[in-house]
């Protein structure tokens, strides 16, 4: 089994910063792609920001040259910088991981239980 635990949400004011992190722990054989995945009440669940293993990104417009992510191979940890914040950035934070555990050679798609982020105008 894996898991994911994620903390650094809270209630900050426009214009200021957070930083999420997300922890794996468990039978861990390989950590592919590392994300930052947010869901607003009413919408949908979307992508905020990614990183493969190879340290490539990918982030969604609504965040870029606001957020940056980054992730910590050695302690199985990935980060989401979060500057600039606005209210509608307002959300729950979800990290999501590409592992294959140990003794697997199937990769699953892991998620954390989430971390509440929410930015005051």
């Known amino acids: 089994q894996v898991q994911l635990v994620e903390s650094g949400g809270g209630l900050v004011r426009a214009g200021g910063s957070l930083r999420l992190s997300c922890t794996a722990s468990g039978s861990i054989g390989l950590i592919g792609n590392m994300a930052w995945f947010r869901q607003a009440p009413g919408k949908q669940r979307e992508l905020v920001a990614l990183?493969?293993?190879?340290?490539?990104?990918n982030y969604a417009d609504s965040v870029k040259g606001r957020f940056t992510i980054s992730r910590d191979d050695a302690k199985n940890t990935v980060y989401l910088q979060m500057n600039s914040l606005k209210p509608e950035d307002t959300a729950v934070y979800y990290c999501?991981?590409?592992?294959?555990?140990?003794?697997?050679?199937?990769?699953?798609?892991?998620w954390g239980q989430g971390t509440q982020v929410t930015v005051s105008s």
């Open positions: 990183m493969t293993p190879s340290s490539s990104t």
């Open positions: 999501n991981a590409k592992v294959i555990p140990t003794g697997s050679i199937i990769e699953h798609g892991y």
